[in-house]
């Protein structure tokens, strides 16, 4: 599982839904929670979440989604089905697992400079009364 430190920065709810916009250091993501957000405030330290299995991988400039990010390949597991990148993102190691076809399809190699994404759906907030 990989986990970021954020502080929120925009809440928006209409019924169960909410939008959640929050900053990890410069950078931005955003969330959606079909839950009740009445506990979340603005300026609020929060610990993001989200599968290995969740993160996709490009090169090159990617304009049709949110959550995109920069970070370097620092670590490369190939297997026959799956492989395992692992990315260096500002202070934090984020671990994507994809099918071996599509990895060398991107044709990555350590060293790599890579937009790595995350849909906003995808990400879950870890909440201290979760016993977390």
Do not use: C
Not at 56 to 85: F, H, P, R, Y
Not at 86 to 105: G, R
Request: proline content about 2%.
């Amino acid at each position: 599982m990989n986990t970021l430190q954020a502080t929120i920065s925009g809440i928006a709810s209409s019924g169960h839904i909410s939008s959640i916009r929050v900053s990890v250091g410069p950078d931005e993501f955003y969330l959606l929670l079909a839950e009740h957000t009445d506990d979340l405030m603005f300026n609020h330290s929060v610990t993001l979440a989200f599968k290995e299995t969740e993160v996709i991988l490009a090169k090159g400039v990617v304009t049709s989604s949110a959550n995109v990010q920069n970070a370097s390949v620092t670590m490369i597991e190939k297997g026959d089905i799956l492989s395992q990148i692992t990315l260096a993102y500002h202070d934090t190691v984020i671990k994507a697992l994809i099918p071996t076809l599509t990895f060398e399809a991107l044709d990555i190699r350590e060293g790599d400079d890579v937009r790595w994404i995350v849909q906003p759906s995808e990400i879950s907030l870890l909440r201290s009364s979760h016993g977390i």
